[in-house]
């Protein structure tokens, strides 16, 4: 370790701490870079340093320095990346080198050592408590990485407010494509009073040559392996094309059998538990990656660490490799040079290429990497179809060349080589004003108003840009004030005020918090107050009252598309049936169709309580409320996260799907006042976060090992490279008792839905011991006695769920509704505990269905 490889020079000296370093780093067999070198000084030296190098020239070894320097010094310095995988990486690396004492890690989902003096983190979690605490906060040093995300439209906000209220930090502001940094520096020095110095224009150690393909694309992957060019990252701009690819390619031989040999080893214990991980078992024991942000966290990381350990010839996948991810790769394929940025298709700019293409050869692996761009399909086939024409004149005359599709955004070899040469575009701000921000500065106290001044209008915005920042301030506060979370308080009198024309000021009323907020409270969406509102037009006493707060929460999240797409798409499939069946015509059949829509819970009540909302606050028609159903939708069908994916056939988007079901639990576990939350929603909440940690639970494993004490070295992250590669299992299922309940409660209540259906079949296939046979007398017995079988909320209540709890085994029961109120009849089961834990799911087995 760093720390322990020499003692602590006298952290005013900067020479000797600069000499530390570097007899550290020679003793790791590493010769600084001229680059490094020279932004290591700077850095010892106290100033704020702008380090603009090329991909492979040695950042994160410049991070370190930083973070010894600040250790030295004293004082506390924080790691900043713009996604938590990044963030998780650096941190397994920093334990390594600082020790776990050292080291911790703070994201919006959990934390790990969070008093040490070296924390990683995501920018936004850096940017709140730069908010939260000012120049008072306890950060001595800034490093951020990937700093290129201050000109992301939608994030951009967070790399920029530590540079705003952290002015007592040292900043390492780091990225290979920054452009021109002139302004951003002298603005630095001025706010901090160091000088900024800018480290920029380094040519690569490893460089790149680059081809333009006319060749098929396959025979250019093909060349490229035999010509020893793998790794190679075939870079798509759609996670359908990435898939696409991977399973043309799975059908060529890509790995020797030696190499598929020793793939299939290291995963053999690896739990490929969803249906995408079963393709990607396939694709992987074939020599073949994917890579895309739709995947979950487990199975992204297999992909990383089976190519760091130069297994995967070929990894198929979209741009998402550019954001600093640290996988080896010798040559990039552009697929295209094109992509949809949400709104329309349009060329790659310049900083955006070089993040991709920047990612070509592996510093101490290659002496050179390659960036291919292979030319659009309709000049492949046009190049290909001359080439057969030859020298004769007849045949080339009779040529009809292939036209580009409708709607294709023309690029070529000209567009390559043109951003090759391109530098990349100077960033540009792109600061927000939202409740959470000024949740933060209000929770500050002292002058309330003064702060949110400097944050509005001493950014790095324009003037009309704050102007308008302003507006939105005021419109934020009237919005807090009118929903009870802060008060004016004059001070003259003690007394609140209702006075929400402006932010008052220093000599006005003192700006304050109404309640002391949790730790881990957090209004994370811009209409978290909307929402605080809406909850108090629900009736706690309702049997719906749990799941209709459940989508309060749900309206003001955003909309996960994959699976809202898929819900309108069956509803329509099943409202196109049922028209059918009625005889209803095909153009009204049409014109009917266009009103079917995914579900939407309490759309009526939550539109007109918007509409009466934003009447007095008109800032919050800035945004849209998105009433849907996710989480209730899988709660109400009693599905497992598996069959939810398959049901809307979504497992290309299963990660997105696990992110929104992630934001679900903390916005319902954070932003619901505990004075609203009932048995049966603290119940909802456990399931689903229970839920969330069963499907893909490696991180947060690894981090409470960590936490326990566990070393870096003994987790599967830090495995030699012959050692089997296998995540940390969850946490045993049952020992969330409350969680564990609502799990077996669905698992009883599939049947009930099943059963009210008669779907003898399906309830065969869950409980074979029963049978068809089984299940239809007992369905025949229960419908001499009642007419329908009742599965509203009353029928799924806990008082209808009879358990005894054993050592090994529960015996549960649960009670029929049945609409003449009778209770009569029951669903009789065992729950296997061992087998649920293994399985990270209930497993229940129908012992009977009988009249009680």
């Known amino acids: 370790m760093l720390l322990d490889h020499t003692s602590l020079p006298d952290g005013s000296d900067a020479d000797a701490v600069y000499l530390?370093?570097?007899?550290?780093?020679?003793?790791?067999?590493?010769?600084?870079?001229?680059?490094?070198?020279?932004?290591v000084i700077e850095i010892v030296s106290g100033n704020n340093l702008i380090l603009s190098t090329p991909t492979g020239t040695g950042k994160s070894l410049v991070a370190i320095a930083a973070h010894f320097a600040a250790m030295v010094a004293g004082r506390r310095s924080y790691y900043t990346a713009p996604i938590?995988?990044?963030?998780?990486?650096?941190?397994?690396s920093l334990v390594d080198i600082f020790g776990a004492s050292n080291v911790g890690m703070i994201t919006g989902d959990s934390s790990v050592n969070a008093d040490a003096p070296i924390i990683c983190c995501t920018a936004e979690i850096l940017a709140n408590l730069a908010l939260r605490k000012g120049a008072d906060a306890d950060v001595g040093q800034v490093v951020m990485d990937e700093f290129h995300f201050y000109a992301d439209p939608d994030r951009g906000w967070a790399w920029q407010v530590p540079l705003l209220e952290l002015t007592q930090a040292q900043f390492i502001l780091m990225s290979a494509t920054?452009?021109?940094?002139?302004?951003?520096?002298?603005?630095?020095?001025?706010?901090?009073?160091?000088?900024?110095?800018?480290?920029?224009?380094?040519?690569?150690?490893?460089?790149?040559?680059?081809?333009?393909?006319?060749?098929p694309i396959h025979e250019t992957i093909e060349d490229l392996l035999s010509t020893g060019q793998a790794p190679i990252y075939v870079v798509h701009f759609s996670q359908a094309a990435a898939m696409e690819r991977a399973q043309a390619l799975s059908s060529t031989k890509i790995a020797t059998r030696e190499q598929r040999d020793e793939i299939a080893a290291l995963i053999a214990e690896f739990r490929f538990t969803t249906a995408f991980g079963k393709t990607l078992s396939r694709f992987l024991r074939a020599g073949i990656g994917v890579h895309h942000a739709g995947m979950l966290p487990k199975y992204r990381r297999l992909v990383e660490q089976l190519a760091q350990r130069g297994l995967l010839r070929v990894i198929c996948g979209t741009d998402t490799l550019g954001v600093g991810i640290n996988v080896p790769i010798r040559t990039v394929l552009l697929t295209a040079l094109t992509k949809f940025d949400g709104q329309r298709m349009r060329q790659l700019n310049a900083r955006e290429f070089h993040q991709i293409a920047g990612r070509a050869g592996r510093a101490g692996f290659d002496t050179a990497g390659t960036v291919v761009a292979q030319a659009p399909e309709h000049e492949t086939e046009n190049a290909a179809a001359i080439k057969k024409a030859g020298d004769d004149p007849k045949k080339k005359r009779k040529l009809i060349r292939k036209k580009a599709p409708d709607g294709f955004v023309s690029w070529g070899e000209p567009s390559f080589r043109k951003l090759i040469d391109a530098v990349p575009e100077t960033l540009t701000s792109h600061m927000q004003i939202t409740s959470a921000m000024m949740l933060n500065v209000i929770a500050r106290g002292g002058d309330v108003f003064g702060n949110m001044r400097a944050l509005i209008y001493d950014n790095h915005e324009p003037r009309a840009r704050q102007r308008e920042l302003a507006l939105r301030a005021i419109g934020i506060y009237r919005t807090l004030l009118e929903s009870g979370v802060v008060e004016q308080v004059d001070a003259s009198t003690g007394s609140a005020t209702q006075d929400g024309g402006s932010l008052s000021s220093s000599k006005g009323p003192t700006i304050r918090l109404t309640v002391d907020l949790q730790p881990n409270?957090?209004?994370?969406?811009?209409?978290?107050?909307?929402?605080?509102?809406?909850?108090?037009?629900?009736?706690?006493?309702?049997?719906?009252?749990?799941?209709?707060?459940?989508?309060?929460?749900?309206?003001?999240?955003?909309?996960?598309?994959?699976?809202?797409s898929q819900q309108e798409f069956q509803a329509r499939g099943e409202a196109v049936a049922e028209m059918k069946r009625e005889g209803i015509e095909y153009d009204e059949r049409m014109e009917l169709l266009e009103q079917i829509t995914y579900p939407k819970p309490l759309d009526e009540l939550l539109g007109a309580a918007f509409e009466t909302f934003s009447a007095a606050q008109p800032w919050i028609r800035d945004f849209e409320l998105h009433p849907k159903s996710v989480v209730r939708d899988m709660y109400e069908r009693a599905m497992s996260f598996g069959e939810y994916v398959a049901f809307y056939k979504i497992a290309r988007s299963e990660g997105v799907v696990l992110r929104y079901l992630s934001d679900a639990y903390r916005a319902a576990s954070q932003t619901i006042p505990e004075e609203l939350k009932n048995d049966d929603l603290r119940d909802l909440i456990e399931w689903l976060g229970e839920l969330v940690r069963q499907v893909d639970s490696s991180l947060l494993d690894e981090w409470e090992e960590l936490v326990h004490g566990v070393s870096p070295g003994s987790l599967s992250l830090s495995k030699g490279d012959d050692e089997p590669i296998v995540p940390p299992a969850p946490k045993r299922l049952t020992s969330n008792v409350r969680a564990f309940r609502i799990l077996v409660r669905n698992e009883l209540f599939r049947r009930v839905q099943l059963a009210a259906r008669e779907a003898v079949e399906a309830l065969a296939e869950l409980d074979p011991s029963l049978g068809t046979a089984g299940w239809d007398a007992a369905l025949d017995a229960y419908f001499a006695e009642h007419d329908e079988i009742l599965t509203g909320p009353d029928a799924r209540s806990a008082q209808l769920l009879l358990i005894t709890q054993g050592a090994t085994e529960w015996t549960v029961h649960q009670i029929i509704d049945d609409p003449a109120g009778d209770h009569d009849w029951r669903i009789s089961a065992t729950v296997d505990l061992a087998a649920s834990d293994e399985a990270g799911a209930a497993v229940v087995t129908v012992t009977g269905v009988d009249r009680l």
Do not use: C
């Open 178 to 215: 920054l452009g021109d940094v002139t302004e951003l520096a002298a603005d630095l020095t001025r706010r901090t009073g160091r000088h900024t110095a800018s480290v920029t224009g380094v040519e690569r150690p490893v460089p790149l040559h680059y081809f333009y393909e006319l060749t």
């Open 84 to 92: 938590k995988a990044l963030v998780s990486e650096k941190f397994f």
């Open 20 to 39: 530390a370093f570097v007899e550290w780093a020679e003793s790791t067999g590493i010769s600084l870079y001229p680059a490094q070198d020279e932004a």
């Open 521 to 564: 409270f957090a209004l994370n969406q811009p209409l978290s107050p909307f929402a605080l509102a809406a909850f108090e037009l629900l009736d706690p006493d309702s049997a719906g009252f749990a799941l209709d707060m459940i989508s309060i929460v749900e309206a003001t999240l955003d909309d996960p598309r994959a699976v809202l």
